[in-house]
């Protein structure tokens, strides 16, 4: 039993913990907005600095985006 338990341990939660670690440390070292950030979620990356989406919620995006995002919520028909 204990080297079932000492696999279990060495095999599985190491390297769970060490492959959690790395996205805690992706996260906090990468706040800013950048080039891919249309593969993440809106709710996302409206937690990221410089975000075209925060700025849109607070009401200082360039126009061109502003009309953009109202057209997207039109289409959809539902609360944007």
Request: hydrophobic share 50%; proline share 5%; aromatic share 16%.
């Amino acid at each position: 039993m204990k080297h079932f338990a000492a696999r279990t341990f060495g095999l599985i939660v190491v390297p769970a913990i060490v492959y959690l670690f790395w996205f805690w440390v992706h996260f906090a070292v990468l706040t800013k907005s950048g080039t891919g950030d249309e593969f993440m979620s809106p709710a996302f990356q409206q937690t990221l600095e410089d975000s075209p989406l925060t700025a849109l919620a607070e009401g200082k995006a360039p126009l061109s985006l502003s009309l953009f995002f109202e057209h997207v919520c039109e289409w959809r028909e539902d609360e944007c």
